[in-house]
């Protein structure tokens, strides 16, 4: 399974890629608005600093607004795909847009039958947000399993990603489904890394170390 992150903060993007963890960016209005500063270079930057997929919204909601957009979009680098809202207009610039061999992401998808019509438009992912629909009592999670069903029983390229995450056990359980991405806020994947025993664990090695009186080893003796 692919490991995206879901922000815009370039330091936290910086971090998590210097570990190797980061296959791509999904970023929204939303999170660039947040970061403050010229969004544009914000996104620019983004394209640049991280090799994989990078998600990168439109604005307009208008079918000639989009592909407008999306063309500029695609002109930051090759590893931008553009991310539309789930609307008719929406579809019809999905189709346009592969059509000019520019990927897209359709987003705001809450349902199994979203996600299909999505796929059919040509769309390389859909991004059905669970966070969002457990926070009204559904259990988002379930919408995933059915999307992996049709997109099965179909032969689908288009990739399941898996956002609107809120922790580390929506990973897991996207996991099992065979879910082929998850986007991550960046507190998730560092929660995702910690374990408290870890800790407890390695700070009794390094006490015990310390009673054999030793310096870290080192290849002094041909054996
Ligand atoms: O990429 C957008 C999506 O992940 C939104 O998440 O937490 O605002 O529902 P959230």
Known sequence: M????????????????????VDGITTNPSLLAKEGG?????MVEIVRTVKGPISLEVISTDFQGMIREGRTLSKYGKNVVVKVPMTPDGLKA???????????????IFSANQALLAAK??????SPFIGRLDDIGDIGMDVVKDIKT???????????LVASVRHPLHVIEAAKIGADIVTLPPDVLGKMMAHPLTDIGLARFLEDWKKTKSSTPK???ER
């Open 94 to 108: 999905v189709r346009a847009l592969r059509s000019e061999q520019i990927r897209t992401n359709v987003t705001l």
């Open 121 to 126: 438009a040509g769309s390389s992912y859909v």
């Open 38 to 42: 010229d969004v544009e270079d914000i």
């Open 150 to 160: 049709i997109f099965s029983n179909y032969d689908f390229e288009c990739e399941i």
């Open 219 to 221: 290849i002094t003796v």
């Open 2 to 21: 692919k490991i995206f992150l879901d922000t815009a903060n370039l330091d936290s993007i910086r971090k998590y890629n210097d570990l190797g963890l």
